[in-house]
């Protein structure tokens, strides 16, 4: 048995998970306390932190539930190698198929990948054009990651995407189903090819 300052193995890494553990709650508390000079002195480190995989709201409770729903769709130009044609593929909803996937399992990479693209979402239709900016990269990366292996024999060289927001029906409206409130569109401009890495990759749901 391995002993370190006079500490058995499974009791030192025993004090090491508590510690990590220790921080993060640390980090998590603060993150959640109302606005104050030192949380503005390090919110970008905390956002840094925090931002996909710890996020978290109170948007399941009153005043302001939930009150809509977003998806990504996204298209893309095929290059026909034969003659140089380029031909636009039809609209493919992105999020949708990850969605339902992981339903069932909520520890998976389409939960990981989803948070990414939620996060890509709500930059995306933000009016700060920095903000704006980086969302549309996220975006731009998730969809020609999804497109790449939705269409593996094609040429891809650019894509569009699109954050299609469903309000909810408000309360007087409340017999009505989600389908038939009115969708919101929010597009891109044609955007150049550029799928997540190799390694990132391998977690994409096929």
Same mark, same amino acid.
């Given at each position: ?6 500490? @058995?193995? $499974? ?16 980090? =998590?508390?603060?993150?959640?306390? $109302? ?7 390090? *919110? &970008?480190? #905390?956002?840094?932190?925090? %931002? ?9 409770? !009153?005043?302001? +539930?939930? @009150? ?20 636009? =593929?039809?609209?493919?909803?992105? =999020?949708? +198929? ?12 389409? &939960?990981?990948? #989803? ?10 239709? @933000?009016? %700060?054009? /920095? ?11 998730? !969809? @020609?990651?999804?497109?790449?292996? !939705?269409?593996? &024999? ?21 017999? /009505?189903? %989600? &389908?038939? =409130? +009115? #969708? ?5 401009? *044609? ?5 997540? %890495? ?9």
């Amino acid at each position: 048995m391995v002993k370190r300052f006079g500490i @058995s193995g $499974p009791l030192w890494w025993a004090l090491l998970l508590v510690g990590v553990l220790a921080v993060h709650f640390f980090i =998590t508390f603060w993150y959640l306390t $109302p606005n104050n000079p030192v949380k503005s002195k390090w *919110w &970008d480190s #905390l956002y840094a932190y925090m %931002d996909p995989l710890f996020t978290q709201n109170w948007k399941l409770f !009153a005043p302001n +539930p939930v @009150s809509q729903h977003q998806d990504v769709w996204a298209k893309a130009r095929v290059k026909n190698p034969a003659n140089g044609q380029v031909q636009e =593929t039809d609209w493919q909803n992105i =999020t949708a +198929p990850m969605i339902q996937e992981k339903q069932p399992k909520r520890i998976s990479s389409e &939960d990981r990948i #989803l948070r990414q693209i939620n996060v890509g979402a709500r930059q995306f239709r @933000s009016k %700060d054009p /920095k903000e704006k900016q980086e969302g549309e990269w996220i975006l731009q990366r998730s !969809a @020609s990651t999804a497109l790449g292996q !939705a269409l593996p &024999d094609s040429h891809l060289s650019q894509v569009k995407i699109r954050v299609v927001t469903n309000l909810f029906p408000r309360f007087q409206d409340r017999h /009505k189903g %989600d &389908d038939e =409130t +009115p #969708l919101h569109f929010q597009e891109s401009g *044609w955007l150049e090819y550029q799928p997540a %890495d190799a390694s990132p990759a391998k977690e994409w749901p096929e």
